[in-house]
């Protein structure tokens, strides 16, 4: 049994920057993992370990995350996908602990934590920002926006969101993935990693041009999710910190507690625009409560799916995948989902009309 506090201070005394150690306390030993600060801003410890090659294991009742820094709202959302029953957090004053669920988190403070003893072996350590695919991920998020077309005419809000709406329609639509067994789900080298049919763009507010889009591909990593990795793309891709202030994001799904976290995060004033209601949803995410001026606003599409998930008559992981919804998210508009995506984010369709992110 080994003693937590002083295993993860040590390792930050050494490697002079914040740790965060991913655990499970008990005398049975349990995978574990060990990251370590990046060079950017956003690659906290933690992020770092949620976001790389973390493969959460099936028991994950128990797990604990320790920190020699106070969580951010990232550094929450993340434990709250990762399904984390602890975050621990060094301070002069003593040990906080939070648990990992949203907000108002429940906040204790602990003299130490020797109670908190744990037996492992050599853990997984994780010392950059490198997450699983990078160069492949990279390639596929910056094809769209390397060959974005104007800006897409707007005279209002109103005429504005339902433009760029018809976008998002139209990527999912034309990225479609159907609902197949695990074994048969595509990784990283394919056209269209697998995730549920989720996807979004991030707007500037002040060109109207599409600055980032992103699909969801959980299969590569359950952090994985479309609004995630498009932040992460705009963020490397620009070498920065924060993405513009002001910018808006539009989503064809309310975003959850952990891409609200990262959203308020790195953005400021940020505005998003969901065009479903997500039944899981945090009451109190990091976007509801409006954190760093960010807002959340549905967007009305006056769609027959749309409204059954609003009045809570179809479940949200069928509608992800149902048939009627290909057909919705395919014809959204007037002009064919294929030609709004080429038209707007720049993606080229190949002969038999599959999607081609390279």
């Known amino acids: 049994m080994q003693n937590v506090t002083n295993f993860v201070l040590g390792h930050k005394q050494r490697a002079r920057r914040e740790v965060a150690f991913l655990f499970k306390p008990g005398s049975h030993p349990h995978p574990c993992w060990l990251g370590f600060k990046g060079n950017a801003e956003y690659e906290t410890a933690a992020a770092n370990i949620f976001r790389t090659d973390f493969n959460q294991p099936d028991d994950v009742d128990g797990y604990c995350l320790f920190l020699t820094y106070p969580p951010t709202e990232m550094c929450m959302g993340l434990a709250w996908r990762g399904h984390t029953k602890r975050v621990y957090w060094h301070t002069t004053s003593g040990i906080k602990c939070r648990q990992a669920y949203p907000h108002p988190y429940p906040e204790l403070l602990h003299n130490s934590i020797d109670d908190l003893l744990a037996n492992w072996g050599n853990p997984t350590v994780i010392r950059g920002g490198n997450y699983r695919g990078n160069d492949e991920l990279s390639r596929k998020l910056s094809f769209g926006i390397r060959n974005v077309n ?51 763009v991030l707007v500037d507010n002040n060109t109207n041009r599409i600055i980032g889009w992103g699909l969801n591909m959980k299969h590569l990593n359950k952090c994985y999710h479309g609004e995630t990795l498009m932040l992460l793309h705009y963020l490397r891709a620009n070498n920065t910190n924060t993405i513009p202030t002001g910018s808006i994001l539009y989503t064809s799904l309310e975003p959850c507690h952990m891409c609200s976290g990262f959203i308020t995060s790195v953005g400021r004033n940020i505005r998003v625009v969901s065009g479903q209601p997500d039944e899981g949803a945090c009451d109190q995410s990091a976007l509801r409560r409006r954190v760093n001026g960010c807002s959340l606003h549905g967007h009305d599409m006056q769609d027959p799916i749309y409204l059954e998930i609003l009045r809570g008559r179809k479940g949200m992981i069928p509608f992800l995948f149902g048939a009627d919804s290909r057909g919705h998210f395919q014809g959204k508009s007037n002009v064919s989902s294929r030609n709004i995506v080429e038209q707007a984010v720049g993606i080229k369709h190949t002969d038999n009309n599959e999607l081609s992110f390279l």
């Open 150 to 200: 104007s800006p897409i005419p707007t005279t209002s809000t109103q005429a504005r969101d339902k433009a760029f709406m018809k976008v998002v329609s139209g990527l999912i639509g034309s990225s479609w993935n159907e609902k197949v067994p695990k074994r048969e789900r595509l990784g990283v080298n394919s056209r269209r990693p697998f995730g549920n049919n989720i996807g979004g």
